[in-house]
């Protein structure tokens, strides 16, 4: 297993769409082992596979409470298939370390997806795995936390994280702990 690079916006590959997944061989199960161990190296709660420059659709999520056992989930080709509700949640993202957004999003959704090797599989979150499964998805898609901000919050949320970027530059650390996805 390998610790990948996860790239930082604007990097072209996180408003790419990334293609579905064909093959469940080796070279998937190979992206996803070192998803999972880049995501927990970087303390996220969630990595999709733009993050990483490589445009399958894959992500891998741990929404577990620090006091549970981990709950590593592995998801190719998800869909959502059900939307039920609102709820705002304060977002980070590994792609802008350091900054956080209350994103308004469906408060419970229910996903379809294939598991490594190809089953068919099926998923209902809510709370912080809903945000977590929409978050991942949009990635997917190409689409970052900051565009579901409307014009003006994409606009200031922006120039808050040019400053971010200027103090990482300078070999600074981004502000705050709290786990991104
Ligand atoms: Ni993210």
Not at 143 to 150: E, N, P, S
């Given at each position: 297993m390998a610790i990948l690079p996860i790239v930082h916006w604007p990097h072209r590959a996180l408003s790419t769409p990334a293609a579905p997944v064909e093959a469940f061989d080796g070279s998937l199960h190979r992206l996803i082992d070192d998803m999972a161990e880049t995501m927990y190296a970087a303390s996220g709660v969630g990595l999709a596979a733009n993050q990483v420059d490589r445009l399958h659709r894959v992500t891998v999520m741990d929404c577990a409470a620090e006091d549970e056992p981990s709950q590593l989930l592995e998801i190719v080709n998800p869909e959502i298939v059900g939307r039920e509700g609102t709820l705002v949640w304060e977002e980070g993202c590994l792609s802008f370390p350091g900054l956080y957004n209350e994103v308004k999003r469906a408060a419970r959704v229910t996903v379809r997806y294939r598991d490594r090797n190809g089953e068919a599989c099926e998923i209902t979150g809510e709370g912080l795995l809903a945000v977590c499964l929409q978050h991942e998805i949009d990635h997917l898609d190409g689409?970052?936390?900051?565009?579901?901000?409307?014009p003006l919050g994409r606009r200031m949320a922006l120039k808050q994280w040019k400053k971010i970027e200027d103090e990482l530059a300078r070999g600074g650390v981004a502000p705050g702990r709290r786990s991104g996805a």
């Open positions: 689409v970052v936390f900051i565009d579901r901000l409307g």
